[in-house]
């Protein structure tokens, strides 16, 4: 208990004191997860929007296998990733194992579906009248679809929220493209894998108060949102 | 003629919902819906619209046939307008609302401006322009909505119950400004409700839609059955208050029959004719006057069932009628038609 109080009151110290090496840590997961959050949105938004707003022969059938892909394991995509990057891989003249970038390339993957499928329920959740009163008012195929794009808003800036939520906090995928190095690729999860490994508590305890806090931070906002889209 | 339809038809899997051979509209002029709900007025609409493309036959507008790529149809929506039964105002202020269609014309902004403070007045709403239309009542929604497409100043505007879910004086401020499109603009509207006196002392032609199908001017008397068989191949039905209709040729129990209504004659109590069995008791309920020929549409309730009788003013003076007044209805057979 004394282990777990001393680590409690040092990594308030640290945080307190904005320890440079935490602070470089959490900067590290703060970019790579707003990196890939970012590319995700970018592409999982029009895919979801897509989906959702037109109609096409199996588009069920892609909806379910979006709905599948949201709880494939992160270790999965990092070993799925990690053949295409890795020295015998077809990318692996790109020389991107081991770095921010396969980071995020491996956590863009993993919360794509995310992205896309709370954007399909955002879009899909609009009532049907919107689309009919912005045709009757004149408006093309293109005005239409932003009509039902700004309806649903809040549900889009949810479901990136929710994306971010989920990549900040994920492990395997950080650990395994991105090999844990020390003021490089070493993120707030990782290195609280390796504080635990190594028996030392604080820096973990520490970040795990940030990774609380931010997570925290993005509940509280996704919140809000979600609560906009029901009022 | 505006709008022509021919052959036209609209299913649902295979539930046909309209079965329309032949109907046209007039420029400028004011039409009315009326039929009972699930009759196919809001498909109608809706098709009138370009909202909806039919499952067969012929829309043609201004002459030429509606062809149903989104690129013909765009800019034909842009003059044909509807206004859904329950609208919807995009969450944003209500300004912004009806800035919506007036960009999508390229209107210019003081123009914007100066047509979406002339709608709201014209629907009683100049102070609400800031508010978000999310804060508006059902009553207000329509009003907006309404006023929205009116300062398009559209070739078409269609109703959809314009009137239905709002108090008396929303729906009174709604009837005014529909009207004022025409009045302005030689807007031709097109009405779905089931007001009918609004119906019979605004529009130039009333059509009747049942079960998808025009089966006259609006005012028919529609009995439902069932139809008992009874003597002499006539076919009887019992009415709420216990009075027996009966009509000749019901090809089925659950037949529907249409009488006309001129061929319904109401009597006074005095000059009763007791010797016929086509004879129904009531109590004149409505007297109003039909713009379209000038007669008078007479309402008499027989239990809570409504029979539509149309009358010449000078037989209502004859017959000295007024709301209140027990009469009794004779029928003529032959003009019974059945679906």
């Not at chain 2, 025009?214 to 006539?234: M, R, T, Y």
Request: proline share 4%; aromatic share 8%; glycine share 8%.
């Amino acid at each position: 208990m004394n282990l777990l109080i001393d680590s409690f009151i040092s990594a308030i110290s640290l945080v307190i004191s904005m320890d440079k090496e935490m602070v470089n840590i959490v900067t590290v997961s703060l970019k790579v997860s707003g990196y890939s959050t970012l590319f995700a949105s970018l592409l999982g938004i029009p895919i979801g929007f897509l989906v959702a707003f037109e109609s096409f022969p199996g588009k069920r059938f892609m909806i379910t296998c979006l709905n599948t892909l949201l709880a494939v394991p992160t270790v999965v995509i990092g070993l799925f990733v990690y053949a295409f990057i890795s020295r015998r891989g077809v990318l692996g003249f790109f020389d991107l194992l081991y770095t921010q970038k396969a980071i995020v390339i491996g956590q863009t993957l993993l919360i794509l579906p995310v992205v896309a499928a709370f954007t399909i329920a955002a879009i899909s959740r609009i009532d049907q009248r919107y689309r009919k009163t912005a045709m009757t008012l004149g408006a093309n195929r293109l005005q239409t679809a932003f009509v039902i794009f700004r309806e649903a808003r809040y549900g889009v800036v949810a479901a990136v929220i929710a994306a971010y939520g989920r990549v900040i906090s994920e492990v395997g995928i950080s650990m395994m493209l991105g090999g844990n190095i020390r003021s490089f690729t070493r993120t707030m999860t990782t290195a609280m894998a390796l504080e635990y490994d190594k028996g030392t508590f604080t820096l973990a305890v520490a970040l795990g108060m940030v990774l609380l806090g931010l997570s925290f931070g993005m509940n509280l906002l996704f919140h809000l949102f979600q609560g906009r889209v029901r009022s | 003629m505006l709008f022509k339809i021919s052959d036209l038809t609209k299913k649902y899997s295979d539930r046909t919902i309209l079965d329309i051979p032949a109907l046209s509209f007039k420029k400028g002029a004011i039409y009315g819906l009326q039929g009972p709900n699930g009759a196919g007025k809001t498909t109608l609409l809706n098709i009138l619209a370009l909202l909806e493309i039919p499952t067969s036959g012929i829309v043609s507008y201004k002459s030429e046939s509606v062809q149903y790529s989104e690129p013909s149809l765009q800019p034909l929506r842009k003059e044909v307008v509807l206004v859904d039964q329950l609208p919807l105002l995009f969450t944003t202020t209500v300004f912004n609302n009806m800035e919506f269609g007036l960009k999508i014309r390229r209107i210019e902004k003081e123009e914007r401006k100066r047509r979406i403070l002339k709608g709201l007045e014209m629907v009683g709403m100049e102070d609400f322009a800031q508010l978000p239309a999310h804060q508006l009542s059902g009553g207000e929604t329509q009003r907006v909505a309404l006023a929205s497409r009116l300062i398009l100043k559209p070739e078409v505007l269609l109703l959809d119950e314009p009137t239905a879910n709002v108090d008396a004086a929303s729906a009174r401020q709604i009837k005014d400004a529909s009207l004022m499109a025409r009045r302005e603009w030689g807007t031709t509207l097109i009405i779905a409700s089931h007001d009918r006196d609004w119906l019979y002392e605004v529009c130039d032609e009333v059509m009747h839609l049942f079960r998808g199908r025009l089966i006259g001017a609006g005012e028919e008397n529609v009995i439902f059955g069932p139809w008992h068989s009874h003597k002499d191949s006539l076919w009887e039905r019992q009415l709420p208050d216990g009075q027996r209709i009966c009509l000749p040729g019901a090809p089925g129990p659950d037949a529907v029959a249409l009488i006309e209504p001129t061929s319904i004659t109401p009597l006074t109590e005095t000059k009763r004719d007791a010797s016929g069995a086509n004879i129904l008791e009531g109590i004149v309920s409505r007297l109003t006057l039909e713009k379209m020929s000038a007669e008078i549409v007479a309402t008499i309730l027989i239990g809570n069932l409504p029979f539509t009788v149309k009358l010449s003013t000078q037989k209502i003076r004859q017959e000295n009628l007024y709301p209140g007044q027990r009469v009794t209805l004779h029928y003529s057979h032959n003009s019974v038609k059945w679906l």
